[in-house]
C-alpha cells in the first residue's frame, strides 16, 4: 500500500505479510494498514516540513551574521567621522 504526502505523491510503500495463525488479511486489515500509512505519510511531510525550516533558518542567522558584519564599523573610523566637517551644498 502506498504512502503518500499531503500533494498525493508516492514517498514510500507499507506491506503487511505473515498474519498470525496464517489466517488470511479481512478488510478490517486493510482500512486499519491505510489508515496506518496515512499516519505515515502525516509524520514524514512534518519530517520534511521541519527540515526545511531548520535549514531556512540556518539560512537566516549567516545571512543576518554577514549583514551585521558589514553594517559595523571601527570606533576609531566613526571617530574620525563624527569629527569631520561636512560641506553644504
Not at 505473515?18 to 502525516?42: H, Q, R, W, Y
Amino acid at each position: 500500500m502506498p504512502i503518500k504526502n499531503s500533494e498525493g505523491c508516492i514517498i514510500g510503500v507499507i506491506q503487511l505479510v505473515n498474519k498470525f495463525n496464517n489466517l488470511p488479511f479481512t478488510k478490517n486489515d486493510e482500512n486499519f494498514v491505510e489508515a496506518f500509512s496515512i499516519f505515515c505519510g502525516m509524520g514524514i511531510n512534518n519530517t520534511n516540513m521541519y527540515e526545511k525550516a531548520i535549514v531556512a533558518m540556518a539560512k537566516q542567522r549567516v545571512t543576518l551574521e554577514v549583514l551585521s558584519y558589514h553594517a559595523t564599523a571601527p570606533a576609531e573610523d566613526a571617530t574620525k567621522l563624527k569629527v569631520k566637517t561636512i560641506k553644504l551644498a
